[in-house]
Nanobody, 127 residues
């Protein structure tokens, strides 16, 4: 059974940091790209980043590239999203997703490219 489980979401203050985890099982982690998306209340889900576990290549949307860092630990079948200098607009449910064979600049921000999804972890930024 394929599983992606996000964790690490929390209530944090403006300017704080968080590291989200996406722990996976049931598929060959190193044959996939792991994307991160977020959905704020009342808004559509949007992509933020993707990492190819095959070669470590990463992609970010422009709005987050200075504060978000995506990484993976292939031995643990886990991907991470480090968020620094948190802002109120970062408040959202954060999802990870897996697509094969790797992330591509042209497609990493499209939901249709991903085969498997987690259920999300909530990040709330307060003042």
């Amino acid at each position: 059974e394929v599983q992606l489980v996000e964790s690490g979401g929390a209530l944090v203050q403006i300017g704080g940091s968080l590291k989200l985890s996406c722990t996976t099982s049931g598929f060959r982690f190193t044959h996939y790209g792991i994307g991160w998306f977020r959905q704020a209340p009342g808004k559509v889900r949007e992509a933020v980043s993707c990492i190819s576990t095959t070669d470590g290549s990463t992609f970010y949307v422009d709005s987050v590239k200075d504060r978000f860092t995506v990484s993976s630990d292939n031995a643990k079948n886990t991907a991470y999203l480090q968020i620094s200098d948190l802002k109120p607009e970062d408040t959202a449910n954060y999802y990870c997703a897996a697509g094969t064979p790797k992330c591509f600049k042209e497609s990493f921000f499209h939901e249709w490219w991903y085969n498997y999804w987690g259920r999300g972890t909530q990040v709330t930024v307060s003042s």
